[in-house]
């Protein structure tokens, strides 16, 4: 006998009110037959769940509170409540909108399963990911906390030292003044024994003379005694003193050194954007065609980096020790020599619009303020490469070890180092040992890397956590991806420089490759956005800085 049929009622498909019905649609609640199974699932923006009729799913209506005998088989949308034939019949929701129940289930269900799905992909991850970090974060404490012992330790020895040195200084002084008291001393016994022997002789003569009785002697003798009337002088010396100076105990904890407050921010975490936000069209959309605005000539014979100051002017670096900053018009405003005298591997704007640059010839980072050059972070056994400044006025640096073999990136808050990100979870290197690894922070906070060595942009998160790698795209490519240089914009897109391919790769904030920038560009060799989202990119082999409009400038 045929499952669907009996002998008083026969079941027909919902759409087409003719055939027999096979499945049943738990997403719409309708009954479908075979052919209008295909006709339904069409509709591609709706999640259908098409099961055969005897698995469906039962719906449960509520009972109605006002009508014990009455299922609640309708919807009051001004009363935002179930309610049943009763309930409206007795014109208690006169003049409101009712609607099907099975309806507000459907997009209710539409809703609820949204709702787990951004739970499952996008929350519980962020959830789970955040909960790793603690955990990280909690395994540096021990290393971290045992630094500070350790620099407290050294501090110690090296008061210490200061100490002893100068308690041996204080007992070496009053041992030279002893000496000298000695010594004088000694000088005034000589004298006065010496003195004392000639009286004695004097003495001894004077008698022989007496009892002789002889003539001779006696009218010959002379007086001497007025010569020794004049006792010989007594040297005065005061000894010193010592005296000893309170021992201030506020004054020798300043001097042994301060310990910075530890902070802890109580402040709610970051919103998430919901599933909807996130996947909105960009407010400033991708030009179909970019366009080439301004040409700026630097006068190097090499370019290799240009930073925006601001919208019209940049600053540069190329083949030698001398740094420009230059307007549109490509007039030199500012120039600047490095401290050393030696080329500058990199350099970068701070948020405040100062100029930072590495050095790599003698390890530091540089600041130039008001024209004056200051050394702010000395390396030992690393070489600063590049940099950029972060969203917070930290300073991101990538460096290389001496012997070549490590690679890793430091964050600084001026010159205390905040973090270092070299590893992944698995304990392998993130960077290739290349030297050239431009950087940049994104508006998500990620931390992107252009690795030349790896031929790759390596994103991790503010944590240091990959993210992902992208390695190019395989359309249209003649030569290997080389990268020198990268960006971002307000958008959070990350441009590269693709140098060997002469084009801007434009990726989105996850690594999905948008498009490409041509507009007849020779050797890429770095880039900047200024904050209308103009990009800035720097030629090497023509030394000339280009200024492209890629975003629409209106919504």
């Known amino acids: 006998m045929d499952p669907f049929r009996r002998t008083d009622i026969i079941i027909l498909c919902d759409l087409c009110k003719t055939a027999h019905l096979q499945s049943h649609c738990e997403r719409c609640h309708i009954n479908l037959c075979q052919t209008c199974v295909g006709k339904h699932l069409s509709d591609s923006s709706i999640r259908h769940t098409v099961v055969p009729y005897k698995y469906r799913k039962y719906l449960n209506y509520s009972k109605c509170p006002d009508h014990a005998d009455e299922l609640c088989k309708h919807y009051c949308e001004k009363c935002d409540i179930p309610v049943c034939s009763d309930c409206i019949s007795s014109g208690k929701h006169g003049g409101h909108d009712i609607s099907n129940i099975l309806e507000k289930h459907s997009s209710q269900t539409e809703s609820v399963q949204k709702d787990l799905e951004e739970l499952e992909t996008r929350i519980y991850p962020r959830y789970e990911e955040m909960a790793s970090d603690v ?194 018009q490509s007039k030199l405003l500012i120039s600047i020599k490095t401290k050393s005298g030696n080329r500058p591997w990199d350099i970068a704007v701070t948020r405040d619009g100062d100029l930072v640059y590495t050095d790599n010839h003698n390890d530091t980072v540089n600041l130039v303020k008001n024209k004056q050059i200051h050394t702010v972070i000395t390396l030992q056994g690393w070489e600063p490469r590049n940099l950029c400044s972060t969203a917070s006025d930290d300073l991101l640096v990538t460096m290389i070890s001496d012997d070549r073999e490590q690679s890793k990136i430091v964050r600084y808050s001026d010159s205390t180092e905040k973090q270092t990100i070299q590893f992944d979870d698995q304990g392998r290197a993130l960077y290739s040992c290349d030297p050239i690894k431009y950087i940049i922070e994104n508006r998500n906070l990620d931390i992107c890397v252009a690795d030349n060595g790896a031929r790759a942009e390596v994103v991790v998160n503010q944590s240091g956590k990959l993210r992902f790698r992208y390695t190019g795209h395989p359309s249209n490519t003649k030569q290997a991806f080389t990268l020198h240089g990268i960006a971002t914009d307000s958008q959070s897109h990350i441009l590269a420089a693709d140098c060997q391919n002469n084009r801007i790769h434009i990726l989105d904030q996850d690594g999905q490759f948008l498009r490409y920038i041509h507009c007849d560009l020779v050797t890429p060799h770095g880039l900047c956005v200024d904050i209308r989202d103009n990009l800035f990119l720097a030629e090497s082999d023509t030394a000339k800085v280009k200024k492209i409009q890629y975003l629409q400038t209106q919504c």
């Open 135 to 328: 955990q990280t974060e909690k395994a540096k404490l021990e290393k971290e906390y045992g630094k500070l012992t350790t620099i407290a330790d050294q501090q110690g020895k090296i008061l210490h030292r200061e100490v002893t040195a100068i308690v041996n200084q204080r007992k070496s002084d009053i041992q030279e003044m002893e000496n000298k008291h000695l010594s004088t001393l000694n000088k005034n016994t000589d004298e006065i024994t010496q003195k004392i022997t000639e009286l004695k002789q004097i003495i001894s003569n004077l008698k022989s003379i007496l009892k002789s009785n002889d003539v001779s002697l006696t009218t010959t003798y002379k007086c001497r005694n007025s010569e020794f009337r004049t006792l010989p002088s007594k040297v005065p010396i005061t000894l010193p003193s010592f005296t000893p100076e309170k021992i201030n105990k506020d004054q020798l904890n300043e001097m042994f050194g301060s310990l910075s407050p530890l902070s802890i921010n109580t402040e709610h975490g970051d919103t998430m954007k919901s599933a909807e936000a996130v996947s909105s069209p960009p407010v400033k959309p991708l030009l179909d065609e970019p366009r080439l605005a301004v040409t700026i000539k630097t006068g190097y014979i090499y370019l290799t980096s240009v930073s925006c100051l601001n919208e019209d002017q940049v600053w540069t670096r190329g083949d030698n020790e001398i740094m420009k900053l230059l307007n549109l």
